[in-house]
């Protein structure tokens, strides 16, 4: 990731140019640069695109998650009192259900594209494993929902016919992996360096640790970023650093989806047949060896050099399409 980090430091370059910015601040990382178009996506609209989109990946797959969209384990609109977000959960004994907001946007399609990808993983693991090996482990646990998302948005990238819909979804995709890999991956490297302070007897006073995330955002983000002082007090408000350290198993789930989702996408022979093993195997194999069945190496550099190589394709062709 340390290697890729130029990439990034021209995003947020590439940022800055468009927001018409004299100083970038880590507020206007939040500002879109691609307006999102006001077309609505309606709930049986995006259904059907999806159902199309993931055809790849064949006749069992396809005929489950129809089973799940047919047969009311979504609970799909906003109602009062409803918990936002979207979420997806179900026990070995009964098939999954999921918790939407749907509010006919694009991006809701997308969330419903990744939420029945965790439908999917847990359908296809309890009825496959025993009760003992029945779920999967939270490295796995992305993996299914983001290979999803990365089939669709390539579906729907290579039938759109204007600018403005190709600059939508390349603005997704690099939102998405510099939230989800790059984001993450600095959390890691936060967490691995206070916690060697605290092996080394180097106390952790609240100016130590504001130091040493201060330093991991200007590496990560680069000398586009203006650092406000409030962003240096982040790193005491985010929520994962109080629980067990693995904010980096995101960054993996999600480079792990992109080199799976890349290949069926590419119709690579036997990527399909991985990715139905990796979903059927549960936990009945260690994480490492069950993405092995996928085709996916975590021991090696190669996924996430892959997912690498996909920002700088994506953020190429942003570049270029801006510039018309």
Request: with cysteine; hydrophobic share 35%; aromatic share 12%.
């Amino acid at each position: 990731m340390n290697n890729a980090l130029p990439l990034m430091h021209r995003y947020v370059a590439l940022r800055k140019k468009v927001l018409k910015l004299k100083e970038l601040h880590p507020y206007d990382l939040y500002v879109p640069i691609v307006a999102e178009s006001s077309k609505k996506v309606p709930y049986d609209d995006g259904v059907k695109t999806i159902l199309t989109a993931l055809n790849v990946l064949g006749d069992d797959y396809i005929t489950a998650m129809s089973n799940g969209f047919n047969s009311r384990w979504i609970d799909v609109y906003e109602t009062k009192g409803k918990r936002s977000g979207a979420y997806c959960s179900g026990t070995y004994t009964c098939h999954p259900y999921l918790l939407l907001n749907y509010a006919n946007t694009s991006h809701d399609r997308s969330t419903v594209a990744h939420e029945m990808g965790h439908a999917m993983h847990t359908w296809f693991t309890t009825h496959n494993q025993p009760i003992i090996y029945g779920d999967y482990s939270l490295f796995c646990a992305e993996v299914a929902s983001t290979a999803n998302e990365v089939i669709l948005n390539g579906y729907l990238f290579d039938r759109a016919t204007t600018k403005q819909e190709k600059l939508e979804l390349i603005n997704e995709l690099l939102e998405n992996i510099r939230t989800t890999v790059f984001r993450q991956t600095l959390f890691a490297e936060f967490e691995r360096d206070i916690h060697q302070m605290a092996e080394e007897g180097k106390p952790l006073t609240p100016d130590a640790m504001q130091k040493v995330y201060h330093d991991l955002v200007q590496k990560y983000y680069g000398p586009d970023l203006v650092i406000d002082s409030e962003t240096d007090s982040e790193c005491f408000r985010i929520p994962h650093f109080y629980r067990n350290f693995y904010v980096y198993k995101y960054a993996t789930s999600y480079a792990a989806a992109t080199d799976i989702g890349r290949r069926i996408i590419a119709k690579q022979p036997g990527a399909v047949d991985g990715l139905m093993k990796f979903l059927k195997s549960g936990s009945s194999v260690y994480p490492i060896d069950c993405l092995k069945l996928a085709g996916v190496d975590m021991t090696t550099p190669a996924p996430v050099e892959s997912c690498m190589k996909l920002f700088g394709e994506k953020l190429t062709e942003m570049e270029k399409l801006m510039a018309e």
